[in-house]
């Protein structure tokens, strides 16, 4: 069984050796080196408890500017990816209905992810495949100011899929399965 431990070091893991090291997401570093992410594991199985976790996430984001950034980790519940996809739906739905659009948005990840019109084998896939059922609560402000700051954030998906289907899915396949060491 993982511990909430674990399962932020895995996470910390999958953030540093994939997400940093190979530049899947340019503006991750600076968060990384400034320690402002938080890292909140969330082991609720109901629908209903993991909205209201991640509206107390949202309310403390708020509170909390020296956070940046929130991985709001779901490692039961949400292992099927359809399950997971019917989830973001309501989150966003929720954070429109909070009030909270503009204010914060969501990007999701998950172990099985799949973008839609793809092939669950594309090696692209692994751009968005990460240790546990996760969501990335991003504060609006800062991304904008992120993007106006990139010389051009329509290149980094395209960047990122070469980079996958050049690796292939057992280099991917390998590297997620590190994470999950506790190193």
Known sequence: MNTTTNIIKHTQNWVSNVIVKYNICPFARREVERGSIRYAVIEEMNKESLL???????????THSETETTLFIMPVGLEGFYDFLDFVELANELLELEEYEGVYQLANFHPDYCFAGEKQSEPSNYTNRSPYPTLHIIREASMEEAINNHPDVDAIPERNISFANKKGNAFFANLLATCLLNK
């Open 52 to 62: 209201q976790a991640l509206l107390d996430e949202c309310h403390y984001l708020d």
